[in-house]
T-cell receptor, first 110, second 112 residues
Framework: QKEVERDPGPLSVPEGAIVSLNCTYS??????FMWYRQYSRKGPELLMY????GNKEDGRFTAQVDKSSKYISLFIRDSQPSDSATYLC??????????FGKGTRLSVIA | GAGVSQSPRYKVAKRGQDVALRCDPI?????LFWYQQALGQGPEFLTY????????KSGLPSDRFFAERPEGSVSTLKIQRTQQEDSAVYLC??????????FGSGTRLTVV
């Protein structure tokens, strides 16, 4: 079992839709939970991070962590074509390198 | 510089050839990471430096892979006797903390 699994993709949604991206992880020692966005032929860029359980909101983006079920989510409201990218969840325990999920490719159609 | 710089952006190597990939991290970032990203996959950890010390090389797939950061700044990932399965994008990241990695655009290696 991989340490981080993501819900299958790719996803294609119309502009303005609410998008839900999800990952599960296996190691309860993980404390930091991140979402990275990766555009084609670019490196991943940090979108949001959460420490431990809870929600964090930043504009149209909301990150959610449920440590009891080892489930992490990213919600995108009012999705835009510019949101079209691959979204990667990543976790670590604080002093270890990030472990990434496989990534979900999102297409927002105008 | 403002970001992490990697060179070359693209590299085509013949099977058996040695390659060297360079990473210039953000000035002042003590932590530097190398990841390998196969097509359609997430980045997979290769190795990690804190300043010039290589603290973790558990992700290096074989002894053909070697990384160094001799002065605690620029890092080089070397792959000896390249094989087709080495074809991937090699990403370098630097960081000040546990989560805020800044990635370069990567080097796309194709072994033919």
């Amino acid at each position: 079992q991989k340490e981080v699994e993501r819900d299958p993709g790719p996803l294609s949604v119309p502009e303005g839709a609410i998008v839900s991206l999800n990952c599960t992880y296996s190691n309860s020692a993980f404390q930091y939970f991140m979402w990275y966005r990766q555009y084609s032929r670019k490196g991943p860029e940090l979108l949001m991070y959460t420490y431990s359980s809870g929600n964090k909101e930043d504009g149209r983006f909301t990150a959610q962590v449920d440590k009891s079920s080892k489930y992490i989510s990213l919600f995108i409201r009012d999705s835009q074509p510019s949101d079209s990218a691959t979204y990667l969840c990543a976790v670590n325990s604080g002093n270890t390198p990030l472990v990434f999920g496989k990534g979900t490719r999102l297409s927002v159609i105008a | 510089g403002a970001g992490v710089s990697q060179s070359p952006r693209y590299k085509v190597a013949k099977r058996g050839q040695d390659v060297a990939l360079r990473c210039d991290p953000i000035s002042g970032h003590v932590s530097l990471f190398w990841y390998q990203q196969a097509l359609g996959q997430g980045p997979e950890f290769l190795t990690y430096f804190q300043n010039e010390a290589q603290l973790d090389k558990s992700g290096l797939p074989s002894d053909r892979f070697f990384a160094e950061r001799p002065e605690g700044s620029v890092s080089t990932l070397k792959i000896q006797r390249t094989q087709q399965e080495d074809s991937a994008v090699y990403l370098c990241a630097s960081s000040l903390d546990y989560y805020g990695y800044t990635f370069g655009s990567g080097t796309r290696l194709t072994v033919v």
